[in-house]
């Protein structure tokens, strides 16, 4: 789903199950798997950190900036890992695109 969709025409249609049994198709999702869970992993670890540090110690009670203390820093910066992540996903999908592009075009049935 890039920027320019392409429009599919009407007799072109595709075979799924030979697809997701292609070599290509297998080592897409793989590769998917393998650029996605390191950041899957360390957003839950950062997520869950924040209540249980809060539950369970006074470390973020501390002042950070003014008024402000650790937890809202903390709180603030979840915000900013997810636009990051979210922008190396964005950058890192274009060439999961072109890959999707081309297994698309060799499974087309007419």
């Not at 799924?16 to 590769?31: D, G, Q, S």
């Not at 274009?94 to 592009?101: L, N, T």
């Amino acid at each position: 789903m890039g920027k320019n969709p392409k429009k599919k025409q009407a007799s072109e249609t595709l075979d799924y199950e030979k697809i997701i049994n292609t070599p290509e198709f297998k080592n897409l999702v793989k590769r998917k798997r393998i650029f996605s869970t390191p950041y899957i992993i360390f957003f839950f670890i950062a997520y869950f950190t924040l209540p249980i540090l809060t539950g369970y110690t006074t470390i973020l009670e501390n002042r950070a900036i003014g008024w402000m203390t650790w937890t809202w820093v903390y709180s603030l910066s979840m915000f900013v890992m997810v636009w990051v992540f979210t922008s190396i996903y964005m950058n890192k999908a274009k060439s999961f695109d072109i890959d999707v592009e081309e297994i698309l075009k060799k499974n087309v049935l007419k």
